[in-house]
T-cell receptor
Framework: DTGVSQDPRHKITKRGQNVTFRCDPI?????LYWYRQTLGQGPEFLTY????????KSRLLSDRFSAERPKGSFSTLEIQRTEQGDSAMYLC?????????????FGPGTRLTVT | KNQVEQSPQSLIILEGKNCTLQ??????????LRWYKQDTGRGPVSLTI?????NTKSNGRYTATLDADTKQSSLHITASQLSDSASYIC?????????????FGTGTRLKVLA
């Protein structure tokens, strides 16, 4: 499978617990994005990596959120001390680099439910 | 403020009928506009991408139009099928300080009935 993969697909956790999601981008893509999507809304940008460098973070990404891409390949998104408001679909996308905004390929998402 | 607005919010049509979805944006400087299809519980999948100089692009039964002067785009679906039931999201990108940014619309939820 050469698409973007995310793991797990679903996660149910209790409020206050920490969760970590993983994204494996398309292998030749050097750009990786994380988005959050709530029901009935479009995806909202969280953060963006070019290779291993985290180049931008949204104000949506509070101190409880952290993302890494240590070797410029897969990425992890961790949420500490989860809150019910964190319940959403977390989408990862990747694209190739260059000067043009190459197409973003999305993974299937991780649906988080905080109880 | 850069914004993307889509209409209608939801739409129900009968199988075989055509429909048109709208996307209005206030993004500057405009780079390109994409339409995505998102099935329930899945990630978005790209349908079309258009730059400033393009005013129409087709992908099978999907045809997107772009009017960069009025900052409007439409997605026309011909001879709808049950599998077209999904959310359709308009995404506009712009550049700032040499970096591309993306803003997503809230989507139009299409339901095709047999």
């Amino acid at each position: 499978d050469t698409g973007v993969s995310q793991d797990p697909r679903h996660k149910i956790t209790k409020r206050g617990q920490n969760v970590t999601f993983r994204c494996d981008p398309i292998s030749e893509h050097n750009r990786l994005y994380w988005y959050r999507q709530t029901l009935g809304q479009g995806p909202e940008f969280l953060t963006y990596f070019q290779n291993e460098a985290q180049l931008e973070k949204s104000r949506l990404l509070s101190d409880r959120f952290s993302a890494e891409r240590p070797k410029g390949s897969f990425s992890t998104l961790e949420i500490q001390r989860t809150e019910q408001g964190d319940s959403a679909m977390y989408l990862c996308a990747s694209s190739s680099g260059g000067q043009q905004p190459y197409e973003q390929y999305f993974g299937p998402g991780t649906r988080l439910t905080v109880t | 403020k850069n914004q993307v607005e889509q209409s209608p919010q939801s739409l129900i049509i009968l199988e075989g009928k055509n429909c048109t979805l709208q996307c209005n944006y206030t993004v500057s400087p405009f780079s390109n506009l994409r339409w995505y299809k998102q099935d329930t519980g899945r990630g978005p999948v790209s349908l079309t991408i258009m730059t400033f100089s393009e005013n129409t692009k087709s992908n099978g039964r999907y045809t997107a139009t772009l009017d960069a002067d009025t900052k409007q785009s439409s997605l026309h679906i011909t001879a709808s099928q049950l599998s077209d039931s999904a959310s359709y999201i308009c995404v506009v990108s712009w550049t700032t300080s040499g970096t591309y940014k993306y803003i997503f619309g809230t989507g139009t939820r299409l339901k095709v009935l047999a």
